[in-house]
């Protein structure tokens, strides 16, 4: 019922930027928190950014003063800016948002099928 799409992953060099996109279509009523998760290999899914429907932001402590969320609800989008990139950035990243679909009072969280982002030289 909800498709989420990811793009602009891809190969960066060490101080690089790169922007994610994800956005959400089908039967949506409305969305709820938007986030960008990321997993490197061997290591558990960790928080990169999230952002509320009134704008409030978090970050992970690894990200924060680098990386940059915002959101178009008129699209059901979120983006992560991401600058001053370093090779530990390098991952997998998933989008993730809570959306409640029309005719169904409860929040569902939908995840994106990933976007690889590679950082090295």
């Known amino acids: 019922q909800v498709t989420m799409v990811e793009s602009g992953g891809g190969l960066v060099q060490p101080g690089g930027s790169l922007r994610l996109s994800c956005a959400a279509s089908?039967?949506?009523?409305?969305?709820?928190?938007m986030g960008w998760y990321r997993q490197a290999p061997g290591k558990e899914r960790e928080l990169v950014a999230i952002i509320g429907s009134g704008g409030s932001v978090n970050y992970g402590d690894s990200v924060k003063g680098r990386f940059s969320i915002s959101r178009d609800n008129a699209k059901n989008a979120v983006y992560l800016q991401m600058n001053s990139l370093k090779p530990e950035d390098t991952a997998v990243y998933y989008c993730k948002m809570g959306v409640q679909i029309t005719h169904w009072p409860h929040v569902t969280d939908y995840w994106g099928k990933g976007t690889l982002v590679t950082v090295s030289s």
């Open positions: 089908g039967s949506i009523f409305s969305i709820n928190d």
